[in-house]
C-alpha cells in the first residue's frame, strides 16, 4: 500500500514536472530516439516517464531525474551514469524511510501487547536498514567509479534551450529596430 502511495504521488509529479519541463507529448510512447529510415524522432513521452515512475519507480524515476531537460539556472555534473545512481539512491531513502514509518504504524496497530509491538517495530526497522543498505551502498560505490567530474551539463537544455534562444533573438531583433 505504501508504494502505491508514494510512486502514485512520484508519477504525477513527474506528470507534472514533464509539462512544465515542455518535454514533447506528442509522440506519446516513444521514450528515447526512434529511427524510421533517414528520420530519426528525438521525442521523449509524458505518459511512459509517468506510468513508468509508477510501475517501476525505484528504476525509472532516477532515470527520468538523470535526463530530464534543465531549466534556465539548473547545473548537472558527473555524467548519466552518476546522476542515476545518486538520484536512486536518494529516492531509496526516502522511500525505505516512508514505508518504515508506515509498516511500523499498520503492523505495529495489530499486535495485541507491547511485547509484540516492540518486536515489530525491531523486525520491521532491521528488515528495512538491510534492503535499504545494501542497494544504497552500492549505487553509491559504483556511481563514485563512473563519475566523470568534467561533464557540467548547464540549463537550459532540450526544448527549453530552443525556445529560450527563439525568445532571446526575438527581443534582439525587436532591440535592433
Partial sequence: ???LLIYGILAFWVYKDSLKRKIDPTFPWAI????????ILKKQAIVPWALGTFLLGPIVLPVY????????GEV???????NILKSFAIFWTVFMFASLVLTIIGV???ASTEAEQAGVAIGAFLSLILFWFFPVTGALILGLFLKKSSIVERGPTGRLATETKEYLTSEESAENK
Avoid: F, H, K
Fill in 65 to 72: 531525474i538523470a535526463r530530464r531537460p534543465l531549466m534556465v
Fill in 108 to 110: 505495529g496497530s495489530q
Fill in 1 to 3: 500500500m505504501s508504494y
Fill in 32 to 39: 528515447g530516439n526512434l529511427q524510421l529510415g533517414s528520420l
Fill in 76 to 82: 548537472r555534473e558527473g555524467g548519466t551514469a552518476w
